[in-house]
């Protein structure tokens, strides 16, 4: 019998999608995650959650204006969007977000127009540019019914669930990657979304509203809960591939094995997962405490981020056809460091003029329509 040597080469394939993807995943879960938080106050009319729905609603917005701009810019050739419109592909969850996503978009504009309306109305009452251009907005001062805030506010309500399902199922159902592919990862990224959103509000209470204790305390219980259900999923995930039940998680663990990074990085996940929840436990048993809010605040919107940049931009260092890990720095241009401190900054200047601009901070009088 003869023997012959073959030799097998296997491409090493280079990052494929950039930190804007890690921009985009986190701002658009902070988005419709913010939304939900706005359902209590601003469309079940609730006064008790009308100053957290303010705050969310800030949040929503400028979220949702800023989201998009780096999902373009993560396409490499932004202006080739119009290919996703050009040829439809149904069985691509892409091509659904790309239908799905401007026309969310603009009811969470609609939305958060009905509900600043009326306050912009009475600004337009004044002197100065700033009331000329709240006149030119609220396009004059005919009354806008209820109907349409609730309206707009279901319709918004209905493409975020289609955007949470698109978002998560376009990166699940990629076989080729075990630690994508799981039926967790669509609700992990709503759960941390939520822990991300709630810890922003935190955040914006503390600096433009003066430390509302009650949207200090709504937001804190919307950290914890979320927070224990992520526990809960972690450990189903985990169970899923100690029992055999799920074999890509089995490929998962086995990608991971004798790596001491990864497991430094899951040690990290579940010191910050603990400190978060016991800082929010803390905080709710005492009233005094409340007005540090802000820290939880920064540990949320840190476990929101970090936790995607870990699942879109390191798992793709784990090699797919080879044994081992690729290397990847970070680059300091506009597809790196530049793109996510660039991000952030576009973000920053769209709620500094929304801030400008609308007297969000008023209470929802459309609410008591």
């Given at each position: 019998?003869?023997?012959?040597?073959?030799?097998?080469?296997a491409?090493?394939?280079?990052?494929?999608?950039?930190p804007?993807?890690?921009?985009?995943?986190?701002?658009?879960?902070?988005?419709?995650?913010?939304?939900l938080?706005?359902?209590?106050?601003?469309?079940?009319?609730k006064?008790?959650?009308?100053?957290?729905a303010?705050?969310?609603?800030?949040?929503?917005?400028?979220?949702?204006?800023?989201?998009?701009?780096?999902?373009?810019?993560?396409?490499h050739?932004?202006?080739?969007?119009?290919?996703?419109?050009?040829?439809?592909?149904?069985?691509?969850?892409?091509?659904?977000g790309s239908?799905?996503?401007?026309?969310?978009?603009l009811?969470?504009?609609?939305?958060?127009?009905?509900?600043?309306?009326?306050?912009m109305?009475?600004?337009?009452?004044?002197?100065?540019?700033?009331?000329?251009?709240?006149?030119w907005i609220?396009?004059?001062?005919?009354?806008?019914?209820?109907?349409m805030?609730?309206?707009?506010?279901?319709?918004a309500?209905?493409?975020?669930?289609g955007?949470?399902?698109?978002?998560?199922?376009?990166v699940?159902?990629?076989?080729?990657?075990?630690?994508?592919d799981?039926h967790?990862?669509?609700?992990?990224?709503?759960?941390t979304?939520?822990?991300a959103?709630?810890?922003l509000?935190?955040?914006?209470?503390?600096?433009?509203?003066?430390?509302?204790e009650?949207?200090?305390?709504?937001?804190?219980?919307?950290i914890?809960?979320?927070?224990?259900?992520s526990?809960?999923v972690?450990?189903?995930?985990?169970?899923?591939?100690?029992?055999?039940?799920?074999?890509?998680?089995?490929q998962?663990?086995?990608?991971?094995?004798?790596?001491?990074?990864?497991?430094?990085?899951?040690l990290?996940?579940?010191?910050?997962?603990i400190?978060?929840?016991?800082?929010?436990?803390?905080m709710?048993?005492?009233?005094?405490?409340?007005?540090r809010?802000?820290?939880?605040?920064?540990?949320?919107?840190?476990?929101?981020?970090?936790?995607r940049?870990?699942?879109?931009?390191?798992?793709?260092?784990?090699?797919?056809?080879?044994?081992?890990?690729?290397?990847?720095?970070?680059?300091?241009?506009?597809s790196?460091?530049?793109?996510?401190i660039?991000t952030?900054?576009l973000w920053?200047?769209?709620?500094?003029?929304?801030?400008?601009?609308?007297?969000?901070?008023?209470?929802?009088?459309?609410?008591?329509?």
């Open positions: 019998m003869s023997s012959a040597v073959i030799e097998v080469l491409p090493r394939y280079g990052i494929a999608w950039y804007w993807a890690v921009q985009y995943f986190f701002l658009i879960a902070v988005s419709y995650s913010a939304l938080l706005t359902v209590p106050g601003l469309l079940l009319g006064k008790d959650f009308q100053p957290l303010r705050v969310a609603l800030l949040v929503t917005v400028s979220c949702t204006l800023v989201g998009p701009v780096a999902l373009l810019a993560d396409l050739q932004p202006l080739r969007f119009w290919h996703f419109y050009a040829n439809l592909t149904p069985w691509s969850w892409m091509s659904i239908l799905l996503l401007p026309v969310y978009l009811l969470v504009v609609v939305y958060a127009w009905l509900a600043w309306r009326p306050a109305q009475e600004q337009a009452q004044g002197d100065g540019w700033i009331a000329r251009i709240s006149g609220t396009l004059g001062q005919w009354h806008s019914p209820r109907w805030q609730v309206l707009s506010g279901l319709g309500l209905a493409m975020s669930v955007i949470m399902v698109y978002t998560g199922a376009e699940a159902i990629v076989k080729a990657r075990p630690l994508w799981t967790w990862l669509p609700v992990m990224f709503v759960l979304g939520l822990v959103a709630a810890g509000v935190l955040l914006i209470n503390r600096l433009m509203t003066g430390n509302n009650d949207v200090n305390r709504q937001s804190l219980k919307v914890f809960v979320s927070m224990i259900l526990a809960l972690a450990a189903l995930w985990i169970s899923e591939g100690i029992t055999g039940f799920s074999p890509s998680v089995e998962a663990f086995a990608s991971l094995q004798r790596n001491p990074e990864w497991r430094a990085v899951a990290y996940g579940l010191v910050v997962g400190a978060l929840t016991l800082t929010t436990i803390a709710l048993r005492r009233t005094g405490w409340l007005a809010s802000w820290i939880a605040g920064l540990l949320a919107v840190h476990i929101g981020w970090t936790f940049w870990m699942v879109l931009m390191e798992v793709q260092t784990v090699a797919k056809n080879t044994a081992g890990y690729y290397q990847y720095a970070i680059e300091a241009g506009s790196g460091l530049l793109g996510i660039g952030f900054g920053l200047a769209a709620l500094l003029i929304i801030d400008i601009l609308v007297p969000w901070k008023k209470s929802f009088q459309a609410g008591a329509h």
